[in-house]
């Protein structure tokens, strides 16, 4: 029987060293939702990191053997190659790359050649698990090259691939020393998916550009195959969403925090610690918003949620100190005795509270620099019961291009978002239920399991053309 193998660099479920000896903690992400009916269904497997450093033997035997009865398998990363494969060239070199932030991108051969040496390691434990037959799906920037080691061991191999952030434009991907390396790597799949069109164009044309390589209608014609490449906008679990939102629980906590902000009309703004986020400009964005609209002050609270992430990273150090600055001073300068204008959360929320937010929010920010995607849009667009709440949305996240109900700004025009933010709050209710309306539809419609489905359909449909083709 033929089977499904996930990979990507981290497991859906977390495994964390306690007093207690190891635990096994689910993840919540987006893409364990989605992708949780099919790993766990037949006998197919997602294969990842744990999240944590096993060396004995004896435990990575348990760990296997308990990830094992949950469809899962486990790749083993050492310390140094965690710091060299993912910390080094995955979100030293090629996130900023991707991002469009070439200058805070690191060259550096040992992180290169960890890269490499990953992807092998990888490749090794998929081989381990596949059959011939299998379908392989492989996700995301840090593991670029396993599509092709996967089709040099297994040329007859199905082999889908789905890039979750941006892929950038020609004239910022030439600047990797390893470009070439990189594309051949994505070459390796079947299908190839973006998340919009916009970066599938940007791929075509560093394939034609870098390699010689022309396409037509998605197509690439390598020596040996056909690789068909396409855009599939990734969605949300929606009715989780609307469902948590919706509950009893959010409804209570929504009254006592209201109580607590004392009726303040309530900004929200969600991310993971990341400069791609535009974080900072957003802060001071808010700022402008106070200092040209007095009228706001005290009556509008900023509830700014950022996620702890990559903290060994330089410039993820230096950015939590910017916020932090930000943060402390604006606070400083516009609070009162019984109003705070940023409630700064540095830390992950349970999923109840997340959705309590997404409740009671008038407005959501999202205002990345650059995002693959950015699924916070789409879950407070699903949390919306009443349909009531304006949505603040960059250009330059991929969720732009569906969502285009929402406010759409340009994050590095500070006063443009201000005056987004105060377009947001004085907003006839009517204006925003039409526009809350259109957008609920498309995000419930195009949800994380159809996505699943026209990937994989798109997948099996486009490897049996190519067997057809090659038979006759
Ligand atoms: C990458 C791409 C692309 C956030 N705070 C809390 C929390 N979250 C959850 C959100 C959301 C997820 O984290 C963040 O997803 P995003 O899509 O916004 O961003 P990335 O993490 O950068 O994801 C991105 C995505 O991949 C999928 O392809 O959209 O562009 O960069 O689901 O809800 N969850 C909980 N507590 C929090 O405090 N429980």
Same mark, same amino acid.
């Given at each position: 029987m033929t089977r499904t193998i996930i990979v990507s660099n981290r497991l859906p479920t977390k495994v964390l060293r306690t007093e207690e000896g190891l635990t096994f903690q689910p993840s919540e992400g987006g893409l364990a939702t989605g992708l949780g009916s099919i790993y766990r269904a037949d006998n197919n497997v997602w294969v990842g990191w744990p999240g944590l450093f096993v060396e004995d033997v004896a435990e990575q035997e348990f760990v296997t053997e308990q990830l094992r009865t949950d469809s899962m398998a486990p790749v083993f990363l050492t310390e140094t190659e965690i710091r060299d494969y993912y910390e080094g060239f995955s979100n030293e070199t090629l996130w900023p790359t991707f991002h469009y932030f070439p200058q805070y991108t690191v060259y550096d051969d040992t992180f290169w050649a960890a890269y490499v040496a990953v992807n092998e390691k990888f490749c090794r434990a998929v081989l381990e698990l596949a059959g011939p037959d299998d379908t392989i799906w492989v996700h995301d920037y840090q593991l670029l090259l396993l599509p092709q080691m996967l089709r040099q061991a297994r040329p007859q191999a199905t082999i889908g691939f789905f890039l979750h952030i941006p892929f950038p434009s020609y004239e910022l991907l030439r600047a990797l020393p390893w470009r070439a390396e990189l594309l051949q790597g994505m070459l390796g799949a079947d299908l190839i998916g973006f998340h919009t069109f916009g970066y599938m164009r940007h791929f075509l044309s560093s394939v034609s550009q870098l390699l010689g390589l022309s396409s037509q209608n998605g197509r690439i014609e390598t020596a040996t195959r056909t690789v068909l490449v396409d855009a599939f906008p990734m969605g949300i679990d929606y009715e989780r969403? %609307?469902? %948590? %939102?919706?509950?009893? *629980?959010? $409804?209570?906590?929504e009254q006592e925090y209201r109580q607590a902000l004392q009726d303040a009309r309530v900004i929200l703004s969600i991310d993971r610690l990341d400069y791609s986020k535009g974080i900072a400009q957003r802060l001071r964005a808010f700022e402008l918003l106070l200092t040209r609209y007095p009228e706001w002050r005290g009556q509008v609270c900023l509830i700014m949620v950022v996620v702890p992430s $990559?903290? @060994?990273?330089? @410039?993820? @150090?230096?950015?939590?100190? *910017?916020?932090? *600055?930000?943060?402390? $001073?604006?606070?400083?300068?516009? $609070?009162t005795i019984s109003w705070n204008p940023i409630q700064y959360f540095y830390r992950s929320l349970p999923l109840h509270e997340l959705a309590t937010l997404y409740r009671m929010a008038d407005v959501a920010l999202v205002t990345p620099m650059r995002d693959g995607m950015n699924l916070v849009a789409k879950e407070f667009i699903a949390s919306k019961a009443d349909q009531r709440g304006v949505l603040i949305l960059s250009e330059r996240a991929g969720a732009a291009r569906e969502l285009s109900d929402a406010l759409i700004i340009n994050p590095t025009d500070m006063g443009q978002l201000a005056e987004a933010m105060h377009e947001a709050l004085v907003m006839p209710e009517e204006e925003q239920v039409q526009r809350m309306r259109m957008m609920q539809a498309l995000v419930r419609q195009y949800d994380v399991f159809a996505w699943t489905d026209l990937f994989m359909n798109q997948l099996t449909q486009s490897k049996s053309q190519q067997f057809t083709l090659s038979t006759t």
């Open positions: 969403y %609307a469902q %948590a %939102a919706a509950s009893e *629980e959010a $409804r209570q906590h $990559r903290d @060994q990273v330089p @410039q993820y @150090q230096s950015l939590k100190e *910017e916020i932090d *600055e930000l943060v402390g $001073r604006i606070n400083a300068q516009y $609070r």
